[in-house]
C-alpha cells in the first residue's frame, strides 16, 4: 500500500467516524427533547451507553484499518513501551501479542545497534518525523530488512510514536538479481536518467569496451565524454527506444567501435530511467570486410584471365572427380 492509498484509506476512515459522531449527537437531541418534561428523573444512561459504542466502533474502526495494512505497524509510548502492534507484525515476526505488548521496543531491534534508536528518538526531539533502515529481530532470530518511519503522534489523548515499517526483502532481492544480470550482461549495458542522458550506472564490459573508470562515465553524458558524436545524440534525443541499430561509437582513446545499439526506457518508483546496451561488432565487420575484398580481388583476378581458364573444385570420393565452379569466356 503506498503513501497517497493510505492517506486515502485514512481519510475515508475519519469521514466514517464523523457520520457515527454526527449520528450519536442527533440521537442525543432526540432523546433530550423527549426528556424535557421529566428533567427531574433519574440521569439518562441511554446517552452514556451511546457514547461508549461510539467509543468501541471508532476503536474496531481504527483497528480494522490497521489491520488490513500490509507492513508493521507499532504504537509505542514516549518512553518506547509497545502499547499496539497490528496483525502483520504478530504474523510475521512470529510473537504474540503478549509477548509484546507492554514490551520495551528495543526488543524488535538488533543488540549491536542500539545507537541508532537514540539517533531516531535524537531527531524527533527537534523534527516530528524520522526514518531508519535498521532491520527487525523475529522471534527466531532471522531478521527482516526494513525502512521505518516513526512519527509523533496522539493515542488515546497521549502523546505516542507511531512507527510503519515497510518490508523491504523483496525490493532489495530485485534489486541484486537486476545488479548481478547487469554485471553479468556481456553486453556493454548503461542506466542513465531518461531526461537528461546522464549516466547513473554503467557496467563491467563498458567499462572494457570504452576504456572509463566507472567514476568517469557516472554523472556525465554520452556526449560529453565523447563516446557519440552530435547527430547521434540528437537522433538519439527525439527517439531513445531503439533494437539493434548499427552506430558508431568512439573509446576514450578515440579508437572506432562498430557496434549494434539498443535501448529502451522504463520507470522504477515514478522516476524514468534509460537503459542501453552496446553489442561491440567491430571485428565482426573487419573481417567481413576482408572478406568482401577478397572476393573483389579474386574477380578482378579472374576476369583478367586468358579465356578458357576454369575454376574447379576437386569432390573427395570415388572416382576423384571435379566440380566446376568458374569458367572466364
Not at 469521514?15 to 457515527?20: D, G, Q, S, T, V
Not at 468501541?56 to 504504537?75: A, C, G, P, Q, R
Not at 526494513?146 to 512507527?163: A, E, H, Q, R, S
Not at 561491440?280 to 572478406?291: F, G, H, M, P, V
Request: hydrophobic share 40%; charged share 25%; glycine share 6%.
Amino acid at each position: 500500500m503506498t503513501k497517497s492509498d493510505l492517506l486515502k484509506a485514512y481519510n475515508e476512515l475519519k469521514l466514517i467516524n464523523a457520520e457515527l459522531v454526527k449520528a450519536l449527537n442527533l440521537s442525543s437531541a432526540s432523546d433530550q427533547n423527549k426528556s424535557l418534561s421529566h428533567e427531574d428523573s433519574l440521569p439518562d444512561i441511554t446517552r452514556e451507553k451511546d457514547s461508549e459504542n461510539l467509543i468501541k466502533v471508532m476503536h474496531l474502526n481504527y483497528e480494522s484499518f490497521l489491520n488490513t495494512i500490509d507492513d508493521f505497524v507499532f504504537v509505542v509510548d514516549m518512553q518506547g513501551i509497545i502499547i499496539y502492534v497490528n496483525n502483520t507484525v504478530i504474523k510475521c515476526l512470529g510473537y504474540s501479542k503478549e509477548e509484546l505488548i507492554g514490551k520495551h521496543v528495543s526488543i524488535l531491534y538488533p543488540i549491536e545497534q542500539p545507537e541508532e534508536g537514540l539517533r531516531v528518538l535524537k531527531k524527533l526531539g527537534y523534527e516530528h518525523s524520522a526514518t531508519s533502515r535498521m532491520p527487525l529481530v523475529k522471534k527466531d532470530g532471522d531478521r527482516v530488512l526494513v525502512n521505518t518511519t516513526v512519527n509523533i503522534g496522539v493515542w488515546n489523548d497521549k502523546n505516542v510514536l507511531f512507527g510503519v515499517s515497510k518490508d523491504l526483502s523483496q525490493i532489495l532481492l530485485s534489486e541484486e538479481m537486476f545488479s548481478k544480470a547487469f554485471q553479468m550482461n556481456p553486453s556493454a549495458c548503461g542506466l542513465c536518467e531518461a531526461n537528461t542522458g546522464i549516466f547513473i550506472d554503467v557496467n563491467d564490459a563498458f567499462c572494457r569496451l570504452f576504456g572509463y573508470e566507472r567514476d568517469e562515465v557516472r554523472g556525465k553524458t554520452a556526449f560529453e565524454l565523447g563516446i557519440i558524436s552530435k547527430s547521434m545524440n540528437d537522433k538519439f534525443s527525439l527517439n531513445p527506444v531503439y533494437n539493434n541499430l548499427e552506430v558508431e561509437f568512439r573509446s576514450k582513446d578515440n579508437a572506432v567501435i562498430q557496434a549494434l545499439f539498443s535501448a529502451d526506457v522504463f520507470s522504477v518508483q515514478n522516476k524514468l530511467l534509460y537503459y542501453t546496451a552496446v553489442f561491440d561488432i567491430t571485428e565482426y565487420q573487419k573481417s567481413q570486410n576482408a572478406l568482401h575484398a577478397s572476393e573483389h580481388q579474386y574477380h578482378m583476378l579472374f576476369e583478367n584471365m586468358t579465356p578458357g581458364f576454369a575454376l574447379c573444385e576437386m569432390i573427395h570420393g570415388e572416382g576423384g572427380e571435379l566440380r566446376m565452379l568458374d569458367l572466364r569466356k
